[in-house]
C-alpha cells in the first residue's frame, strides 16, 4: 500500500497560529510516514474552494498532483460583527459538503473561538495540539476509504 499524499491548506490570516497548527499536523503525517504539499490561503473561508480546485485540477490538469486526503487548518477568532458567525458556518458547511459529495478525506483543523488565548490552547503542540488532530483524522479517513476499497 502506498504511502498517503495529502494537501496541507492553511488560512495564514493569523500567521503565527497558522503556523503552530502547521507544525502540529506537519508531526502528525510525518510520524504517520504520509508525505505532503502545502499551500496558503488568505482566511478559513478560502479553504474550501482551495480544496475543490485541488481535486478538479487532479482529474483535468495533465501532471497536477493527486491528493488521498485534505487537512483544512486555520482560525476565526469573534469579533465585533456577524463576520464570525458566516465564516464559520460556511467554510465548515463547504467542507463537511466536499467531504460528502466528493468522497474526499478532509481534517478539519479550523479553530473557531471566542479570543486569542483560546486560539492558541487549542493550537500548541503541546496543548490541545488541533493541528496534529486534524493531521489524524485525515488520515483515518484515507484508511477507511482504503479499507471500503474506494482508493488504493
Known sequence: MTKPHILVVEARFYEELAD???KGAVGQLEAAGAT???????GAFEI???IALAERAARTVH???RYDGYVALGCVIRGETTHYDYVCVESARALQDLAVREGLAIGY???TVENG???WAR???GEKNKGGGAAAAC???VNLKRKLGLAS
Not at 36 to 42: L, N, T
Open 20 to 22: 503552530e497548527l502547521v
Open 36 to 42: 505532503h504539499h502545502r499551500i496558503a490561503v488568505p
Open 48 to 50: 474550501p474552494a482551495a
Open 63 to 65: 501532471g497536477a498532483p
Open 109 to 111: 483543523g479550523i479553530l
Open 117 to 119: 488565548a483560546q486560539a
Open 123 to 125: 493550537a500548541r503542540v
Open 139 to 141: 488520515l483515518a479517513m
